[in-house]
């Protein structure tokens, strides 16, 4: 297969590049440590950071566009370190058009423990329908990480998992969704751990977990208008 620019593909170029920005907005990035990849949609080619580069210094000329096995289609840099993470996700998980991986710090302190963000807030039920999973320890630089994500995020209605001792990764219908989750993430990490501090946070029954996913999925928000 030859494979052709498109304006596609340059729309989430642009896309990918601005998300950066939205890491750095709400916290949840140091240095050059965290990472957005889009799916350029109907499509299998993938839209990823260049590996090492500073945020600001980001533009969509430097993003990195590959196939799903990593091989580079555009773009003169490396991709990100933890492109074939992002691409065992892609790969396995095809409903996914968005990825993204950061150290946020409080989400990260419960990967250090390697304890799961127990369903203590409404807001987790209507994001996260539960508890933020946790997925296995695994090392950089091998398939493990990916094949820990999508294990863990299979068949779980949250769009994040804190891998233990590492961080987080998000998933999303495209990346801006899962910039969102990853914010989020981070957002009630810190409120439970803060809450943690003082007591015992209380569960929120089952039954009404799922009432409360349901209705934010499903109802929450504006209604579409009509053509
Ligand atoms: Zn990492």
């Known amino acids: 297969m030859t494979y052709r620019s498109t304006p596609e593909v340059r729309e989430m170029k642009e896309r990918v590049c601005a998300l950066h920005a939205e890491l750095l907005r709400w916290g949840l990035v140091t240095w050059t440590s965290g990472n957005v990849s889009g799916r350029v949609p109907g499509t299998d080619v993938i839209v990823i ?53 950061t150290h946020s710090p409080y989400a990260t302190a419960w990967a250090a423990r390697a304890e799961p963000i127990p369903c ?3 807001a987790m039920a209507d994001e996260f329908g539960g508890e933020i999973p946790l997925g296995p320890f695994a090392l950089i630089g091998s398939d493990a990480i990916g094949k820990g994500i999508v294990e863990t995020l299979r068949g779980h ?21 899962a910039v969102k989750a990853a914010v989020m993430t981070e957002d009630v990490a810190r409120t439970v751990h ?28 504006q209604a579409p208008k009509e053509q």
């Open 49 to 101: 950071k260049p590996s090492g580069v500073s945020y600001d210094d980001l533009t969509p000329e430097l993003m990195v566009v590959t196939d799903l096995d990593g091989k580079v289609l555009e773009g003169d840099l490396s991709p990100s370190s933890d492109a074939e993470s992002h691409n065992e996700v892609y790969r396995r998980m095809p409903e996914t058009g968005g990825v993204v991986h």
């Open 157 to 177: 209605r949250s769009p994040a998992v804190i891998m233990q001792n590492h961080g987080v990764f998000t998933i999303g219908k495209d990346p801006k969704s």
């Open 194 to 221: 803060i809450s943690r501090q003082l007591g015992e946070p209380v569960p929120i029954p089952q039954a009404d977990v799922d009432s409360l996913y349901d209705r934010y999925q499903n109802v929450y928000g």
């Open 120 to 122: 203590v807030l409404t």
